[in-house]
């Protein structure tokens, strides 16, 4: 056996239990996900029934309202966090702050929090006779408690406040390590060309973290479309169906209501679609062509 051919042997070795793990517990599953969608009934009682369950979504107005709220999350929460990671990484990243270290740890910790035990938290917090309602009630910022959980729309600002909360700092970590590998030279140069500190972050600073922030983006769109946790231990989609997501959609159909495991894999696949869909969007939008 030649020295090429041993080494690609050997290279094989180590990769290919990696390789069947990832084919057993991701590909196969996705597989038979696939599969599942193509059937119907009740429990494991299941009959082929084609393209069915895929005409089902267009007419079913549960997955609608779970739709548009996820679509909600998507578009207001995405951004604003987004943004205000960007502008904490840009802050913790200058030389002459102290105790940055601390800064850094405490806007990050959220990020490693337990889901279910933040999301029982905020519960608590924003209940009509929580803190929050106390604390602005105490400042006169407010007449009457807001209802933040059984208000449709203020149940809406509650889950975008939780989960803007919880992974802000965990992108805020992605831009810190970018910006720490941008050579100070170019921003020196700059200064000394005169161009303001807001003329160097948009010409030099976006244009630099420019894949990052496309990773960020995408990364954080998945998240939210297969938002869960929050909404079901804050508001367990209510009041009504008006916080509902279709990740709990999914778990509806599959545990709640009767269980129709076929009809929930459809949509599941709904959410990769939309997903795939919205990456292009984004790369395309950001002018990567790769």
């Known amino acids: 056996m030649s020295i090429q051919r041993k080494s690609n ?14 084919v057993v517990f991701y590909f196969y599953p996705m597989l038979q996900a696939l599969l599942l969608s193509f059937k119907s009934g009740t429990g494991m009682n299941l009959e082929f029934v084609g393209l069915d369950n895929y005409k089902r979504l267009f007419t079913d107005t549960t997955f609608r309202t779970a739709l548009t709220n996820t679509f909600i999350y998507l578009i207001v929460q995405v951004p604003i966090m987004i943004i205000l990671a960007l502008f904490l990484s840009v802050l913790l990243n200058n030389s002459q702050l102290r105790f940055k270290g601390f800064f850094r740890t405490a ?3 959220p990020a490693v929090t337990s889901l279910v035990a933040y999301s ?52 805020m970590i992605f831009y810190l390590s970018s910006l720490q590998n941008i050579d100070n030279s170019i921003y020196e140069a700059a200064r ?12 030099i600073t976006i244009p630099l973290l420019k894949p990052i922030i496309l990773f960020t983006s995408i990364t954080s769109t998945i998240g939210t479309l297969q938002l869960f946790d929050e909404v079901m231990n804050i508001t367990k989609g209510g009041p009504g169906n008006a916080t509902t997501s279709i990740s709990q959609y999914i778990y509806n159909l599959s545990f709640k209501y009767s269980s129709d495991f076929g009809y929930a894999a459809t949509v599941s696949y709904s959410i990769v679609v939309i997903i795939i869909i919205l990456a292009f969007l984004q790369f395309k939008l950001a002018g990567d062509d790769k």
């Open 9 to 22: 042997l050997t290279g094989w070795l180590f990769v290919s239990l990696a390789v069947i793990m990832i």
């Open 107 to 109: 806007i990050f910790l």
């Open 120 to 171: 029982v938290i905020f519960k608590y917090l924003f209940a009509t006779d929580g803190l929050v309602n106390k604390f602005l009630m105490n400042l006169h910022l407010i007449q009457t408690p807001i209802a933040w959980i059984t208000d449709p729309f203020w149940a809406k600002i509650t889950i975008i406040i939780a989960i803007t909360w919880r992974w802000t700092g965990y992108n």
């Open 192 to 203: 000394i060309d005169g161009a303001s500190a807001t003329r160097q972050f948009f010409g």
